[in-house]
């Protein structure tokens, strides 16, 4: 188990360095307009592909050890669904007028997305899949070679195709990946000779109605933000944001992962709830902390590996930064609502702050004034988090 955290922690790492570096190349090697454009193209891509996967992602890491012999037929029904859930997001964004005004602006964009939206849902279901099965520690390679593919795609074709060479390097990996995966995982994998179970509706809808509005909400959060940047303030200042967005995004994500070795102690010894709350409050502080503080030290200097137009970003991402302090114990309440088994609390709070970002990006009269307003939002979500756990863990023992 262990070994397995590591090269999922591993993978991660490699997809987020990846990311940064291919953005960073795009920045170097297009306009701030096409990256803008590209970026809001990608952003409708991933936000699609969140909300279509269904929360079979998570939920196949429960059912797929259980299935014993009937593995295949379980594989075949989830990658069906997903499928299915891929093309359906990837037509109904096309067909939404801002979605349709985002794949306009790409040579022959309409088809183009609805084949990378189906693509990358498979993709990222791909990986609870190869985990469920006993094979995490093959979803590093798997995307370890994809970011090697995609940056070698972004640097062949940026001079030839401009903003379309951005989208080529998400897609091309993609397909690959997707093609590669699937069929070592349905043609080579042996479910085991043992009888097995498949999950009954009452078990599936038990199991996903608490989760998956919750997973909902943390795609909106990550990726229709820009969206709504693009909209109201241009290309150029979508591009900016969109750099800005996911560093903070990538911080997220780390602390998300760091506080859940909390939600598995928390199930094994419930006990123990209060003075593992707290050891893992004072490590999020202890790793975090230091890393925001030096983040904003250095917000110009890492803004201009992006170029010198991206540096009017700083202070937007030094306020960001302060604001995921607060969010570091919304964090830590999730993760104590997961452990404890309270799926609507983790869809509560998923919710609201998702909500908040939203109606921020919408309401805001810039992008520095949506950094405010999410910093004071936090800071309000944080004390009331908090409140609410000295109130659960009071009686618990020390």
């Known amino acids: 188990m262990f070994a397995d955290g590591l090269a999922l922690s591993a993978s991660a790492a490699i997809s987020a360095v990846a990311g940064m570096v291919g953005w960073i190349l795009a920045a170097r090697l297009l306009p701030a307009g096409d990256v803008g454009h590209a970026s809001a193209f990608v952003s409708g891509m991933l936000l699609v592909a969140g909300i279509a996967e269904l929360g079979l992602g998570p939920a196949v890491l429960r059912w797929l050890p259980r299935a014993g012999r009937l593995l295949p037929r379980l594989l075949h029904r989830a990658y069906l669904v997903v499928l ?13 007028p801002s979605g349709r005004d985002v794949a306009a602006k ?13 693509a990358w849902t498979v993709f990222q279901f791909q990986d609870s899949v190869l985990t469920g099965i006993g094979r995490a520690r093959w979803v590093p390679l798997e995307n370890g070679l994809f970011a090697v593919a995609r940056l070698i795609v972004l640097v062949v074709l940026a001079p030839l195709a401009g903003r379309l060479a951005v989208l080529l390097s998400w897609i091309v990996p ?18 085991v000779d043992e009888p097995g ?5 009452r078990e599936i809808v038990r199991l996903l109605a608490p989760t998956y509005p919750g997973t909902v909400c943390v795609v ?11 909209h109201r303030f241009g290309a150029e ?4 944001f969109y750099v800005v967005w996911t560093a ?6 780390a602390a998300s992962v760091f506080v859940n070795p909390l939600v598995v102690r928390m199930s094994a010894e419930p006990g123990h709830a209060r003075s593992l709350v707290a050891g893992t409050g004072r490590k999020l502080v202890l790793v975090f902390v230091p890393l925001l503080a030096v983040g904003g030290l250095l917000a110009g200097v890492i803004l201009m590996i992006f170029g010198p137009e991206y540096t009017q970003g700083a202070d937007l991402l030094r306020i960001l930064l302060v604001a995921q302090l607060p969010r570091l114990a919304v964090l830590l309440a999730i993760a104590v609502h997961l452990g404890q088994g309270r799926g609507t609390g983790v869809a509560a709070l998923h919710g609201v702050t998702a909500a908040l970002a939203v109606v921020l990006a919408l309401v805001m009269p810039s992008e520095l004034a949506f950094g405010v307003g999410l910093l004071v939002a936090e800071f309000v979500l944080a004390v009331v988090v908090l409140a609410d756990l000295r109130t659960r ?5 020390a």
Request: proline share 7%.
């Open 220 to 230: 909106v959060l990550y990726n229709l933000t820009p969206l709504i940047i693009l």
């Open 197 to 201: 179970e498949l999950p009954g509706r």
């Open 174 to 191: 993609t397909l690959l990946a997707v093609a590669v995966v699937t069929v070592i995982v349905l043609r080579r994998v042996r479910p």
């Open 248 to 253: 903070i995004n990538a911080l997220d994500l």
């Open 393 to 397: 863990l009071r009686g618990a023992p």
């Open 84 to 96: 299915l859930g891929g093309l359906a997001g990837g037509l109904v964004f096309v067909l939404v």
């Open 106 to 118: 790409i040579p022959g964009g309409t088809w183009l997305f609805v084949a990378a939206a189906v």
């Open 237 to 240: 200042a979508n591009a900016v």
